[in-house]
Nanobody, 122 residues
Framework: QVQLVESGGGLVQPGGSLRLSCAAS????????IGWFRQAPGQEREGVSC????????YYTNSVKGRFTISRDNAKNTVYLQMNSLKPEDTAIYYC???????????????WGQGTQVTVSS
């Protein structure tokens, strides 16, 4: 059974950092693209970052470039999203997802986690 479990969310002040984890079970990350998405109240779910399975290439939406870093540890079957210099507009539920093609479009992903809340506030 394919399962993705996010963790690491929480409340942080503006300018702070968080590291999100996405632990996979039921399949290996070696053959999957993993993406991070977020959804703020009343807004569409948007792609934040993804990492390729083939060569580890990474992709970011413009609003997080230079602040967020995605990485993967295939031995632990886990993908991370390091988030630095957080802003109030980063507040959202963050989801990880597994797919076959590097993309920041949610329709290209087949499996989703339940999400973890990130709140950036003073």
């Amino acid at each position: 059974q394919v399962q993705l479990v996010e963790s690491g969310g929480g409340l942080v002040q503006p300018g702070g950092s968080l590291r999100l984890s996405c632990a996979a079970s039921g399949f290996t990350l070696d053959y999957s693209v993993i993406g991070w998405f977020r959804q703020a109240p009343g807004q569409e779910r948007e792609g934040v970052s993804c990492i390729s399975s083939s060569d580890g290439s990474t992709y970011y939406t413009n609003s997080v470039k230079g602040r967020f870093t995605i990485s993967r540890d295939n031995a632990k079957n886990t993908v991370y999203l390091q988030m630095n210099s957080l802003k109030p507009e980063d507040t959202a539920i963050y989801y990880c997802a597994a797919g076959q093609y590097p993309s920041l479009t949610k329709l290209t992903y087949d499996y989703w986690g339940q999400g973890t809340q990130v709140t950036v506030s003073s």
